[in-house]
């Protein structure tokens, strides 16, 4: 609904029936203060948040857990626009015509930065997605191509997910996913 705090709080001032400028001077602060952070110029402080929680009569912490959830958002984005990035410089994504973050599903991110990025940057990847996601992505993605990516497979297993009896594990899985392509045949 809203994108941002500010935008959030510019509603609720909207709303009121106040201009910014009864607000700031009801709560006590400067407008200019209000103001850069309607406009996401500057992040929201604890007073100013306790404060317009109060004159608008929201439960305690909801703008500081508005502008966290923003923050995290935001952070995760600029995350993934820096693997898209440097997949794109090592032509990664040679299918697509052109390719922007928006244009890559999760799952494929997921799988191209494990098969073309470095440790750093894979290690990127647990911190925008949760590990028993990744993990899926990962088996069901890379792990039934059997050979292909065994020994890259291998220390994945290892490496990020504490398997260990890697090569056991992955003919396992390969395994499974050809019994269910036969039994749909």
Not at 4 to 29: H, K, M
Request: no cysteine; net charge neutral; hydrophobic share 40%.
């Amino acid at each position: 609904m809203w994108d941002s705090v500010g935008q959030y709080i510019e509603y609720l001032i909207r709303n009121s029936g106040y201009s910014q400028s009864d607000v700031a001077r009801e709560i006590g602060v400067p407008r200019q203060s209000l103001s850069y952070v309607i406009a996401g110029h500057r992040d929201l402080s604890m007073p100013l948040a306790l404060k317009l929680e109060s004159f608008f009569n929201l439960h305690e912490g909801e703008l500081l857990k508005k502008q966290t959830a923003e923050n995290v958002r935001n952070y995760k984005q600029k995350i993934k626009n820096e693997l898209v990035k440097r997949l794109l410089e090592v032509n990664a994504f040679w299918s697509y015509a052109a390719a922007s973050t928006e244009d890559i599903p999760d799952e494929e991110l997921i799988e191209k930065v494990f098969i073309h990025l470095d440790m750093s940057d894979i290690a990127r990847l647990f911190e925008i997605y949760q590990r028993n996601y990744i993990h899926k992505v990962w088996k069901e993605k890379m792990v039934i191509q059997g050979d292909y990516l065994f020994n890259l497979n291998v220390m994945i297993a290892l490496y990020y997910f504490n398997i260990k009896q890697p090569e056991k594990y992955l003919r396992q899985v390969e395994r499974k996913h050809l019994n269910k392509i036969v039994d749909y045949a």
